[in-house]
């Protein structure tokens, strides 16, 4: 009895996993200006949903990215510049959650391995040609 109840709370998990509550207001809302819905939707192609992961939160489903959505929407139909967004959402979750993350002693790895690598497969080719002539 005890494993059938196990089994059918196992069986509910995906469906408790998105919430019962609504969108967030401007979740799914576009902004009456023109200009500024760009610069929101230019900002959320650039920002990583939190919950996903690989999408960005223009792209996500997730109950977080419509909040976040919301938030950048909100932000700059105040009157903030998308930077300004961005930079707050930064310091407020890290750099995760932007594609394109800042050159730092953490990040540098990121920036320099592609480099390093291209070099290494550059020095790899030419040893491998040289033989071949040889």
Do not use: H
Not at 11 to 34: I, M, R
Not at 83 to 96: F, H, N, P, T
């Amino acid at each position: 009895m005890a494993a059938l109840a196990a089994l059918s709370l196992l069986a509910a998990t995906p469906a408790l996993a998105d919430s019962a509550q609504p969108a967030a207001s401007l979740a799914n809302t576009q902004l009456k200006d023109p200009a500024k819905e760009a610069q929101a939707r230019a900002l959320m192609a650039t920002l990583r949903c939190l919950v996903c992961q690989g999408q960005a939160i223009s792209d996500s489903d997730a109950d977080m990215a419509g909040d976040m959505r919301s938030l950048v929407r909100r932000r700059i139909a105040d009157g903030e510049s998308p930077e300004q967004v961005r930079k707050w959402l930064i310091a407020r979750y890290g750099d995760y959650v932007t594609y394109d993350p800042p050159l730092s002693i953490v990040t540098a790895p990121l920036w320099l391995m592609p480099l390093l690598l291209l070099a290494i497969g550059g020095w790899l080719a030419r040893g491998a040609f040289k033989r071949r002539r040889g």
